[in-house]
């Protein structure tokens, strides 16, 4: 029986590592996703390396925990398995996995305790160079990540996805299960409440 886990471990050690663990950079999300519903744990595998990344830097931001953040990304896959078959192609496979993260990170938040905000090493790479400027950019950061701390997670979803991961809105639309209008609409909301929070730090 395919393991999840196992696999993630072992993304996460070529992580640590710093190394690509990827193999099947040459298939085709459609190749890989008629073997995975022939039931091919290799392309399981591979679908695995190709986006256990962006699952876990999205839910570090949704969350701002890294253990949360493995759970998410660990049920996420489970789920891509067990729901695979339904997967019809009408999105990127990328865009319907970000959509089962998503939604898991809004689960999420309903049943657990909020962390301290902290500005997560994971969450923005460090910048080289002026010591001064990097100083700037880091309280700049500091102060983004207490903003979006104080939104609602629907709305801090909707920021992070157009503003910090840069989505276009038909993506953005598809992830949440809405129309691009109201996807438009919703990041509007977004914006001003981001906005009016900024202006009091």
């Given at each position: 029986?395919?393991?999840?886990?196992?696999?993630?471990?072992?993304?996460?050690?070529?992580?640590?590592?710093?190394?690509?663990?990827?193999?099947?950079r040459d298939y085709t999300d459609d190749h890989l996703v008629a073997n995975a519903k022939a039931g091919s744990h290799a392309a399981f595998e591979i679908i695995i390396d190709h986006y256990a990344e962006q699952v876990y830097r999205l839910a570090l931001r949704m969350l701002n925990n890294?253990?949360?953040?493995?759970d998410i990304q660990q049920?996420?896959?489970i789920r891509v398995m067990q729901q695979i078959h339904r997967f019809r192609g009408?999105?990127?496979l990328s865009t319907w996995i970000?959509?089962?993260?998503?939604?898991?990170c809004l689960s999420s938040h309903r049943h657990r305790q909020r962390h301290p905000c902290d500005?997560?090493?994971?969450?923005?790479?460090?910048?080289?160079?002026?010591?001064?400027?990097?100083v700037m950019q880091q309280e700049e950061r500091e102060i983004i990540q207490r903003v979006l701390c104080q939104l609602a997670?629907?709305?801090?979803?909707l920021i992070i996805l157009k503003h910090i991961e840069g989505h276009d809105h038909k993506t953005i639309a598809r992830i949440l299960g809405c129309s691009e209008e109201s996807s438009r609409s919703r990041l509007n909301r977004a914006r001003k409440?981001?906005?009016?929070?900024?202006?009091?730090?």
């Open positions: 029986m395919f393991n999840v886990e196992s696999s993630l471990q072992r993304v996460w050690k070529a992580r640590d590592r710093s190394l690509n663990v990827s193999t099947g890294p253990d949360d953040a493995r049920e996420t896959f009408e999105a990127a970000y959509a089962i993260t998503a939604k898991l500005v997560l090493e994971e969450n923005f790479a460090a910048d080289s160079g002026d010591p001064l400027q990097h997670p629907a709305d801090r979803l409440l981001f906005r009016a929070l900024y202006q009091q730090e």
